[in-house]
Structures are given as C-alpha cells and as structure tokens.
C-alpha cells in the first residue's frame, strides 16, 4: 500500500470527502455542513487519513468543555480492511488528549457491527442508547464512551493557533 499520512482535513480535500461521504452514509452531509465546520465551528476539528497524498478516510469530533464529540468517521469502501480506520481512530484520540480534553464519545448503528468492533478495540464502552436515531431507518444508536484518554501534549495539537 501507498504512503499513509494523518493530518488535518482543509478544504481542498472536499472533493474527495464528499465521494466517501456519499459511498459511506445513506443520508449524508452536504459539502455547505463539511464547508461550514472547517471555516466557522471553533469547537470542530477534522482528520483526514490519505494513501498517495489522496483521502482515503476523514473523522471528526466537536470538543464540548472537556468531551470530545466524535461527529463522523468513514474510510473509501475500497480502503476499507487495511486498518485505516483504527489509524484514524488513534489520532483522533490523541488529538483529544493533546487538545486537553478528559472523554470522548460517539453513537454507531445498532447494525454496525464492525465499527463497534473497533472501538470497543480502543477502550470504548457502552453507555446508552438513543431510540430511532436515524433518520433513513429508525434505528437505534448505541452511544459509546472513552474515558481514559492517553497522555496529551499541547505543542502536538496541529489546530493550535501559535504566536511566534
């Protein structure tokens, strides 16, 4: 497989972020909502894992006081398997260390059996559900939490805005 990187999603990355998006979600996010969390949400940080300098996969979180929401997570059907997500997965989470913030949490389909799979692989626990949750099927979502997040380092955080 190509070079994997992770780094902060921008918005020349929208192009390919709106082809997962489409393959991965029945009702998916717009580019306008992808647009306005990169330019305008001060709490919403975004990750990309690329192959070949292209993104193969992108999660997201909103930090609220000291959680970090995860918003979205998804990798290229045809990237799937090879453990992008669990890379993903693992920044994103040392993102939230190094952005200060003590828990995280997220809701997955009932159905989706291999993302609750991984996190659970991550220290996620089951916490709670949301009844008919989604929209497309009125599914539950299993609401998930992380409490014990790794060491963080401020200096790693690539969305600090630093003063030279």
């Not at 990237?79 to 040392?94: D, K, S, V």
């Amino acid at each position: 497989m190509e070079q994997v990187e992770v780094r902060p999603m921008q918005l020349s990355d929208l192009d390919a972020i709106m082809e997962i998006e489409h393959l991965s979600f029945s009702i998916p996010w717009s580019r306008a909502s992808f647009e306005q969390e990169l330019s305008e949400n001060r709490c919403a940080r975004y990750l990309v894992v690329a192959a070949g300098g292209k993104p193969v996969g992108y999660a997201g979180m909103w930090l609220v006081l000291d959680e970090g929401h995860i918003t979205n997570v998804a990798i290229h059907p045809d990237f799937r398997g090879r453990g992008l997500g669990e890379t993903l997965m693992r920044a994103l989470i040392q993102l939230a260390a190094d952005t200060s913030l003590t828990w995280m949490t997220l809701e997955v389909r009932r159905s989706n059996a291999i993302a609750q799979s991984l996190y659970r692989k991550l220290g996620f626990i089951d916490v709670g559900y949301r009844k008919r949750y989604y929209a497309d099927n009125k599914e539950d979502a299993l609401i998930m939490a992380l409490e014990n997040l790794p060491e963080g380092n401020p200096d790693n955080d690539p969305f600090l805005i630093r003063e030279d």
